[in-house]
């Protein structure tokens, strides 16, 4: 798939909520405002699953091509993010600094909301080929491992926010729990063979000695 098909397809969501906030709030229900942050907060957090289900997906399905589209879909799932904060921001405190500030200390919800953008930036900055280059591939990657922390954040974010409901953050917290156990499980499995692979040199490098 193109990019731009990709990245239109992605910003649909966002499309029609200011199609609907500018010609027909109606649409938005009986809280546009509301709607309007929930839904930028549900699609960043879609998006971000959905950029570290990119190398289970391309793993298991033998589609390397997916690899190209994961910078794509996590600087949109950012870029929805501040949407997001945009619209906190404007709606829930028309841009007063001190009372959003009180929030962020007094709601813990917001608190890991905050955290969870803050621990983005960094990947959204660096996502350029520029940027790999300077840190260094090793680097780049170790920095990059944030989005691990920054979902596991977004989740409880969410959790945090829900007063009775929880089926839809538990929802997303099972997707996270799967794809970081994928991880973990990869990342043994590679340990357990690097050291089978130095038990066998060494084996190897003995019985050669001994000859
Ligand atoms: C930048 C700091 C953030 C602030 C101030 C913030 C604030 C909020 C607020 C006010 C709500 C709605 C609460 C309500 O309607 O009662 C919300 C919901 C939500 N936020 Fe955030 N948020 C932030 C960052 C994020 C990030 C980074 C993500 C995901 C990556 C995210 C995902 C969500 C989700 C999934 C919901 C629930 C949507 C639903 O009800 O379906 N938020 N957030």
């Known amino acids: 798939m193109n990019k731009s098909l990709l990245a239109l397809l992605a910003l649909m969501p966002l499309a029609w909520l200011v199609f609907a906030a500018l010609f027909d709030p109606g649409l938005l229900g009986t809280n546009p405002a509301e709607m309007i942050t929930r839904n930028t907060g549900d699609w960043a957090l879609r998006l971000l699953l959905l950029a570290l289900a990119i190398t289970p997906l391309r793993r298991l ?12 879909i996590g600087l949109l799932g950012f870029f929805y993010a501040l949407v997001h904060l945009a619209s906190y921001i404007s709606f829930d405190h028309v841009f007063d600094a001190l009372a959003i500030l009180k929030d962020v200390f007094k709601r813990p919800f917001i608190t890991l909301g905050m955290l969870s953008l803050l621990l983005m930036l960094p990947l959204a900055l660096t996502s350029t080929n520029a940027w790999v280059r300077r840190l260094g591939a090793r680097r780049w990657l170790r920095l990059h491992r944030l989005v691990y ?13 829900v007063k009775r409901d929880i089926s839809e953050p538990l929802l997303y917290a099972v997707v996270l729990a799967l794809l970081l156990g994928w991880r973990l499980r ?26």
């Open 186 to 211: 990869e990342r043994r499995r590679r340990l357990t063979l690097a050291a089978g692979n130095a038990r066998a040199h060494t084996d190897w490098a003995g019985t050669r000695a001994r000859r």
């Open 149 to 161: 922390a920054a979902g596991i954040v977004a989740v409880l974010h969410f959790w945090w926010m």
């Open 61 to 72: 399905s033998g589609w390397h091509v997916l690899i190209d589209y994961r910078r794509l």
